[in-house]
């Protein structure tokens, strides 16, 4: 059985990720829906948002995208990276200052992204030809080291392009001794159960900030409540859940004591996701 742990650590996220890299599984938050996956001596970056731009786009409107707190790490001091995910065209998921920085450092750094946005990855990247693997829905891919089942999301709506390629994605890991799942932005939708399932994920690393027609009505797409989310576990037989998409803006979050205390109450195992400290999928 593979068990979490939680090993917190003291000093700057920089430091913890230039140290030897485990042999198992081990993850790092990096706020929003970022995460840093450490495997079998690999680093894939899951939806790196690490820069200030947002904050720019929204500056002087009603909905302030100032940072609660800093970015832990820079795109430099992510090291080596292997690969990286992007689910969705949102530029918190998708953030072309991040991306491009890690583009120029890393000359051989590949990028997976939906089909559907490959046009405008192409562009906040600055990348062409192989350095992007486009996918959708409903696809299984190879990769070094694990295999990338690629699901549907549906961040509010199960939305298609006009080539009926699915805009918003979730993507599942198989290492081969554990699968994680990152269901990308989403609300419950028919047949969600059915992926999960079928994938039987080990952890799933889900969003818990909710959503509401005030927001929606601004044009900001919501995602799971927390409840949404440990039921989707429950349902789908998910053992561990890091929930995420919280504490980055003050207008769309989900305070952490509200988080902890259904932790304390989870039949099955709820974490929150945060800063200082290593998630070690131990038995991976």
């Excluded at 970056?45 to 820079?74: E, F, I, N």
């Excluded at 490959?118 to 891919?141: F, H, K, M």
């Excluded at 789908?236 to 988080?259: K, S």
Aim: proline share 6%; charged share 20%; hydrophobic share 45%.
């Amino acid at each position: 059985m593979t068990v979490l742990k939680q090993i917190p650590f003291e000093g700057p996220l920089a430091r913890r990720l230039a140290q030897p890299r485990p042999q198992g599984v081990s993850l790092f938050w990096l706020g929003q829906a970022g995460f840093i996956i450490d495997a079998k001596g690999r680093r894939i970056v899951v939806d790196p948002y690490l820069s200030d731009s947002l904050a720019v786009k929204y500056c002087g409107g009603a909905y302030s995208h100032a940072r609660m707190a800093s970015a832990p790490v820079t795109a430099d001091e992510l090291g080596a990276v292997d690969l990286v995910l992007c689910t969705h065209h949102h530029t918190d998921h998708m953030d072309g200052e991040t991306l491009e920085r890690l583009a120029t450092r890393l000359p051989h750094l590949k990028f997976v992204v939906p089909a559907a946005s490959g046009p405008l990855a192409r562009q906040r990247i600055g990348v062409t030809g192989g350095r992007l693997i486009e996918v959708d829905a409903g696809e299984s891919v190879t990769l070094p080291g694990f295999r990338l089942q690629v699901m549907r999301a549906a961040h509010e709506t199960l939305e298609r392009d006009d080539n009926g390629r699915h805009r918003f994605l979730g993507y599942g890991l198989d290492f081969g001794t554990v699968r994680i799942l990152h269901s990308g932005d989403t609300v419950p939708f028919e047949g969600q159960d059915d992926e999960i399932a079928a994938f039987a994920p080990d952890l799933a690393l889900l969003p818990v900030n909710g959503r509401s027609e005030r927001l929606k009505s601004a044009g900001f797409a919501g995602n799971l409540t927390l409840s949404e989310a440990m039921s989707l576990c429950q349902r789908c037989g998910v053992p561990v859940m890091i929930a995420h998409h919280h504490g980055m803006f003050a207008f769309n979050t989900l305070a952490p004591d509200v988080i902890d205390a259904a932790a304390a109450q989870a039949p099955a195992a709820l974490v929150r996701a945060r800063e200082g400290m290593e998630f070690r999928l131990d038995g991976a």
